[in-house]
């Protein structure tokens, strides 16, 4: 053999591996493609209905929705209308009850100082919180 027929051969079962590997490769990815195929099939007939059961609860939701408006609604309407009685009931009563409480308070004032005798009270001191007396008027502690 020469030199020529050695690098056919060689270059003969070169090529032969060559394309056996490529020949398991396309075979591998057949199998590939076939496999995915399968899946997005698959898929999408399990999608359709899952669509539909999502459109469904979407409905649904607005359904609840819309009546969760309609009570909220109605609860701030009855707010409003609970927050006016307590208004009307309040400048009703409110100003006669303070009258009452401080004619109350006036009488029993009374009471008490008619029975200590009526002895006059001690001038009491008034005392404003924050403020400062002028120098002039405050008492020396000696």
Same mark, same amino acid.
Do not use: C, H
């Given at each position: 053999? +020469? ?6 051969? $060689?270059?003969? %079962? ?5 394309? &056996?590997? $490529?020949?398991?490769?396309? *075979? ?6 076939? !496999? ?6 698959? *898929? +999408?007939?399990?999608?359709?209905? $899952? ?5 469904? +609860?979407?409905?649904?939701?607005? +359904?609840? $929705?819309?009546?969760? #408006? &309609?009570?909220?609604? #109605? *609860? ?10 307590? &208004? ?9 009850? *303070? ?7 006036? %009488?029993?004032? !009374?009471?008490?100082?008619?029975? !200590? ?26």
């Amino acid at each position: 053999m +020469t030199g020529g027929e050695v690098a056919g051969i $060689l270059v003969a %079962v070169f090529w032969a591996i060559l394309v &056996s590997f $490529l020949a398991v490769v396309l *075979v591998r990815l057949a199998q590939t493609l076939k !496999a995915t195929t399968k899946l997005v099939a698959d *898929v +999408t007939e399990q999608a359709v209905p $899952l669509l539909a059961d999502a459109s469904a +609860t979407v409905r649904s939701a607005q +359904t609840q $929705l819309e009546r969760v #408006d &309609s009570i909220a609604s #109605d *609860v701030q309407e009855v707010t409003s209308n609970a927050s006016a009685l307590s &208004s009307t009931v309040a400048s009703t009563f409110g100003g006669p009850l *303070v009258k009452v409480a401080a004619f109350g308070y006036g %009488v029993r004032q !009374a009471m008490s100082r008619r029975g !200590a005798g009526a002895v006059p009270e001690p001038e009491r001191r008034r005392v404003v919180v924050g403020r400062t007396v002028p120098a002039a008027r405050r008492k020396k502690k000696g």
